[in-house]
């Protein structure tokens, strides 16, 4: 079946970097557009990145742009999210998504669109 499964939080201080990585299986990954969300305490899941099937074009929300990387290896089935000078706003714990495009190589942002979700990882940010 379908697993989305994130890896690579923990904690760091403001100003450090890491790197999310979400492995999908059970999919034929190249096919379907990828996205990065994030819920911190007390809020909504927020749009952080989004990913066309092939790579082209990606998306970043205002709050991370300039700071976050989203990309995809399609040959290892995965997305990632380089994530540089981390602030503590950032704390969250991070969902990767995937929504079907197969006739499509589009963006999306809204999280209605995506079917399957990773079970998320914990990023904290100290100061």
């Known amino acids: 079946q379908v697993h989305l499964v994130e890896s690579g939080g923990g904690l760091v201080q403001a100003g450090g970097s890491l790197r999310l990585s979400c492995a999908a299986s059970?999919?034929?990954?190249?096919?379907?557009?990828m996205g990065w969300f994030r819920q911190a305490p007390g809020k909504q899941r927020e749009f952080v990145a989004a990913i066309t099937r092939s790579g082209f074009n990606p998306a970043h929300a205002d709050s991370v742009k300039g700071r976050f990387t989203i990309s995809r290896d399609n040959a290892k089935n995965t997305l990632y999210l380089q994530m540089n000078s981390l602030k503590p706003e950032d704390t969250a714990v991070y969902y990767c998504?995937?929504?079907?495009?197969?006739?499509?190589?589009?963006?999306?942002?809204?999280?209605?669109?995506?079917?399957?979700w990773g079970q998320g990882t914990q990023v904290t940010v100290s100061s």
């Open positions: 059970g999919l034929t990954f190249s096919r379907y557009a």
């Open positions: 998504a995937a929504k079907d495009s197969l006739y499509s190589d589009y963006i999306y942002r809204p999280d209605y669109e995506y079917k399957y």
